[in-house]
């Protein structure tokens, strides 16, 4: 009785066999459908100053900063052997020397999150909005869209995890050569015969079975992340720029533990620790990868974010009008609903107090 999880043989990476069309793109589409309902949601429940055409520029200009982020992060950052570097056309032209169609394949999430942040930065300041107004809402929304990027990653077969004894262990079919192991050593028999594998020749290269990290992140920095802001960052937001600091820190902190049992990218090995432990198991906790690496910096801002704008959001209002000079009739009215929802959210602070001393 195998002891492992097959990788399902009915999942392709195309929708159409034969055609250019791949469940990871359909997924990025659902992911930012669900986001901008979300969103909407969200704006008319806050009673936002923004109308549904600023809504529409916002998410246009976020998804092109995402695209652009992610694209940049993936194939440069990401590029060991320097591919990109030499050749720099190719990061944004969808085929290979050969005029063979790949696609956008590689992307990274903390390049989207940078490419985000300055293109909606860009936009909000050519449009007179405060941006963290847009950016908690924002926050609130996107966990839930990328549960369904992670599942475009299992559908494509990649990005899996380091190899494991577990019985959620799962046996990647898309695993090349080189992330196989050699028949011969007692690790890989002992390994093999936990996972129910027959060796039928010691020169054999054995698939292990490995860590589903695509359905962890899936899971937890998706679902469990949009849960807890949703239901309970969203309710306790005492002052602008929390639900940002919270999903920032929330999913560094989730990707950092999660990193330990996915394999870092292909040559990029351990960026600190011992650089010369394998990647393909878990050897020590000092051993970080890039992508903890960058996980760790996302902590730190959102931290950060908390602490400067929890200090704002205790200067006199009156103070900062002062400063701004004679305002637009639309900025007039933007700022005077964003003074009422402050209170708002002041005032619901003021009550959870108080109930809780009356407890």
Not at 206 to 218: F, G, I, T
């Amino acid at each position: 009785m195998p002891a492992a999880l097959q990788y399902p043989s009915w999942i392709h990476p195309e929708i159409i066999p034969g055609l250019p069309l791949r469940w990871y793109g359909l997924m990025y589409a659902v992911a930012f459908t669900i986001a901008w309902l979300l969103f909407r949601y969200e704006s008319k429940r806050r009673g936002s100053p923004w109308s549904l055409e600023d809504e529409e520029g916002f998410f246009f200009w976020a998804i092109i900063g995402l695209i652009i982020g992610a694209r940049i992060f993936g194939t440069l950052v990401y590029d060991p052997w320097g591919y990109y570097r030499s050749k720099p056309w190719f990061v944004f032209w969808p085929f290979d020397e050969n005029w063979h169609w790949t696609g956008f394949q590689g992307m990274s999430y903390h390049g989207g999150v940078v490419g985000v942040i300055v293109a909606t930065l860009i936009y909000c300041r050519a449009n007179k909005f405060h941006w963290l107004d847009w950016a908690d809402v924002l926050a609130l929304c996107i966990p839930l869209g990328f549960t369904f990027g992670r599942l475009g990653n299992f559908i494509n077969g990649e990005l899996w995890g380091k190899v494991t004894s577990s019985p959620i262990g799962m046996i990647f079919p898309t695993v090349p050569d080189a992330g196989r192991f050699k028949a011969d050593a007692q690790w890989v028999q002992d390994a093999a015969t936990k996972a129910g594998l027959r060796l039928a020749s010691m020169n054999d290269l054995v698939n292990l079975p490995r860590h589903p990290s695509q359905l962890y992140e899936a899971f937890f920095e998706g679902i469990v992340l949009w849960l807890v802001l949703w239901f309970f960052v969203r309710k306790r937001e005492s002052f602008r720029g929390f639900a940002t600091g919270a999903y920032i820190i929330g999913y560094g902190a989730i990707r950092f533990v999660i990193e330990y049992f996915r394999e870092p990218d292909e040559g990029m090995g351990y960026i600190l620790g011992d650089k010369s432990a394998p990647t393909y198991v878990v050897t020590s906790l000092f051993n970080i990868s890039m992508g903890q690496i960058l996980s760790f910096l996302m902590i730190v801002g959102g931290v950060l974010i908390i602490v400067f704008c929890s200090m704002a959001s205790k200067r006199p209002i009156a103070q900062s009008a002062e400063t701004n000079g004679p305002k637009s009739p639309a900025a007039i009215h933007r700022s005077e609903v964003q003074r009422q929802a402050e209170q708002r959210r002041v005032t619901a602070a003021q009550a959870r107090k108080l109930r809780k001393k009356i407890k």
